[in-house]
């Protein structure tokens, strides 16, 4: 079964990085990428009702731009190392970026997007740029990974996952990150920040359904007492050298819960490594 992967790019070399990323992550998966620009007019709002047409000037000119600047990235595509299994698909639309992106899931049934975690317009304090946090927060049908910087590609050999064991854990929204796991044969360590003395029994069932969930993959149970939930998972992390943090979004809460409680309060603990966000398949 072939893997359907969105890369969308502003032809930044953050986001050149990331493509190169999810090239090497699914090197022995045969997957078909799909590379997304999504431009505007200069002068004109997606937003207004005045927008440009095709024909008009400055439509033809920004066409003509994301189509130069996609010719340029497949250009530095096409010197990578050929690979049978994979081909790739180029896409310029015209629209805001997370519409572009809500388009191309509905039309090429796509599984995972990956993406840098900033772009060309992209405040240079920022940890991460305005899109990368949309498509994380909003964009609910798939997971993404959001690829830090210009970070080289590194064989994940463990995925941290943070977990409350709050709520009952479904196969089909774990898949991701063990399929990641399996490809790579990369460790999941699961991590609790304890705030009560002990799990309840719906936390127990939880994490006994997670135990049978992981079953085949190497993984291990972690605990952190008397500590901060952000700081404690950041310290983890740095800890052990890990190469990937998976956190899950839920009903839309995923940023509510990652910005304060119970995960992460800053997502500039995480800004050296990718984050895989999974998302509510219910």
Do not use: W
């Amino acid at each position: 079964m072939e893997n359907r992967v969105l890369l969308p790019t502003d032809y930044s070399k953050g986001s050149v990085n990331a493509i190169k990323y999810a090239i090497n992550l699914y090197k022995d998966v045969r997957s078909k990428f799909y590379l997304l620009n999504a431009f505007h007019a200069s002068g004109y709002s997606l937003d207004s009702l005045m927008v440009a047409e095709a024909g008009e000037r400055r439509y033809e000119a920004a066409k003509l731009k994301s189509r130069e600047g996609m010719a340029n990235v497949m250009a530095a595509i096409e010197g990578l190392p050929k690979n049978p299994k994979h081909s790739f698909e180029t896409i310029c639309s015209f629209n805001n970026l997370l519409l572009s992106i809500e388009e191309v899931l509905k039309a090429k049934d796509i599984d995972i997007i990956v993406m840098g975690t900033k772009g060309i317009t992209d405040d240079s304090n920022s940890v991460f740029g305005t899109n990368a946090v949309g498509v994380m927060e909003k964009i609910t049908q798939c997971p993404v990974i959001a690829i830090p910087g210009e970070m080289s590609f590194k064989t994940p050999s463990e995925i941290i996952f943070p977990t409350d064991y709050k709520t009952a854990f479904r196969r089909k929204e774990l898949n991701y990150m063990i399929d990641i796991a399996k490809l790579h044969g990369s460790a999941i360590r699961v991590l609790h920040i304890e705030k009560e003395s002990k799990l309840n029994r719906g936390q127990q069932n939880n994490k006994a359904l997670l135990e049978e969930m992981l079953e085949g993959i190497q993984f291990s149970f972690h605990t952190l007492k008397n500590v901060n939930v952000s700081h404690g998972v950041q310290v983890f992390i740095e800890s052990r050298g890990s190469d990937m943090v998976a956190f899950q979004n839920r009903k839309h809460r995923f940023f509510n819960s990652i910005l304060s409680n119970p995960l992460v309060k800053e997502l500039g603990y995480y800004s050296n490594i990718p984050i895989l966000v999974l998302k509510d398949q219910s």
